[in-house]
């Protein structure tokens, strides 16, 4: 596995310095998915090395290409995570990007769950930022992050967990951000099946003030290094019932066909979509709250700017 700051070190970003909340380890409760077996290249091929085995793989922007992975099963829902270390040096307009997406399928109503990182712009450190879209991309739903640490000198964990009950997002096992899905926004909810992707790619006209700093490729390569990945949840088309074999023929056709719903069977055979993963404990409740009040920047809920009738969930 790959070392991680202690979670109770102390740790900078900005000048400050942080004492992080001691959390549950998530990461820890899934077995990591092989990059080669699990996920085939989505674009960019000669930028993606695999190294040790398939357990670690590292993807490149250069003036030829961005690089690109995509799992080979699209989810219902489930767990999604991996260590990412990303690229030093000047990195204006770089964005990596780890996410879910059915855009393939449904180019003109898709859904999307978005970590998004994205590289300094002369002034500023990586930040991240979230964001979900359901059925479309007419209303995005940024948020954005300054780090507690240094996310270019080695591996942090960034994770996705996504179910009927809720999205939450998580770096190093911290909540950043909860999406609840209490009724009042049902529209806006992805629910379709989607992949997960991880892309470093040049946003330089997206990710940069309108392009005022553009990737300076005089410092490419920009490398990426990815390890620890987890795939843990309900597939859409699973090679065999997802997390381990059913016990009983009745639980296994609940395994393949993955009810997107609250019952005993489906807990039994789908932890994520069970009572443990229902909602945040009060120790996570209260780790998400440090987050937000110390990093994060910008949130949707607090532009009336940009929407002069704020999303239902910010009422």
């Given at each position: 596995m790959i070392s991680l700051f202690c979670m109770s070190s102390l740790v900078s970003s900005h000048n400050k310095h942080y004492t992080t909340p001691s959390v549950p380890r998530l990461t820890d409760l899934f077995?990591?998915?092989?990059?080669?077996k699990g996920c085939s290249y989505a674009f960019g091929g000669p930028n993606i090395k695999l190294l040790n085995n398939g357990s670690m793989a590292t993807l490149s922007l250069d003036k030829t290409s961005g690089s690109g992975l995509v799992s080979k099963n699209?989810?219902?829902?489930?767990?999604?995570?991996?260590?990412?270390?990303?690229?030093?040096g000047l990195t204006s307009g770089v964005v990596v990007?780890?996410?879910?997406?059915?855009?393939?399928?449904?180019?003109?109503?898709?859904d999307e769950i978005d970590i998004e990182l994205l590289g300094n712009d002369k002034r500023l450190d990586w930040t991240l930022q979230t964001n979900i879209y359901a059925n479309g991309v007419s209303t995005g739903r940024e948020e954005k992050f300054y780090f507690w640490f240094d996310p270019r000198q080695q591996h942090h964990y960034y994770s996705i967990l996504w179910?009927?009950?809720?999205?939450?997002?998580?770096?190093?096992?911290?909540?950043?951000?909860?999406?609840?899905?209490?009724?009042?926004?049902?529209?806006?909810?992805?629910?379709?099946?989607m992949s997960l992707y991880v892309t470093i790619w040049d946003g330089s006209e997206?990710?940069?003030?309108?392009?005022?700093?553009?990737?300076?490729?005089?410092?490419?390569?920009?490398?990426?290094?990815?390890?620890d990945l987890e795939m843990a949840g309900c597939s859409a088309n699973p090679a065999?019932?997802?997390?381990?074999?059913?016990?009983?023929?009745?639980?296994?056709?609940?395994?393949?066909?993955?009810?997107?719903?609250?019952?005993?069977?489906?807990?039994?055979?789908?932890?994520?979509?069970?009572?443990d993963f229902a909602k945040l404990s009060n120790q996570q409740m209260s780790?998400?709250?440090?987050?937000?009040?110390?990093?994060?920047?910008?949130?949707?809920c607090k532009d009336p700017s940009r929407y002069k009738v704020l999303p239902a969930e910010c009422t």
């Open positions: 077995s990591h998915v092989s990059i080669d699209k989810y219902h829902y489930g767990f999604f995570s991996a260590a990412i270390k990303l690229p030093a990007a780890f996410y879910l997406s059915n855009v393939d399928t449904n180019p003109h109503n898709h179910n009927s009950h809720h999205i939450v997002f998580l770096v190093d096992n911290i909540p950043v951000r909860e999406f609840p899905n209490n009724g009042k926004f049902t529209s806006s909810y992805p629910s379709k099946p997206w990710a940069t003030h309108g392009g005022k700093y553009p990737v300076n490729y005089k410092y490419a390569p920009f490398v990426t290094s990815l390890a065999k019932p997802p997390q381990q074999a059913a016990a009983t023929p009745g639980e296994a056709a609940a395994a393949s066909s993955c009810s997107n719903t609250n019952s005993s069977l489906s807990s039994k055979v789908d932890p994520v979509q069970g009572a780790a998400m709250t440090w987050a937000r009040s110390k990093l994060m920047f910008y949130s949707y």
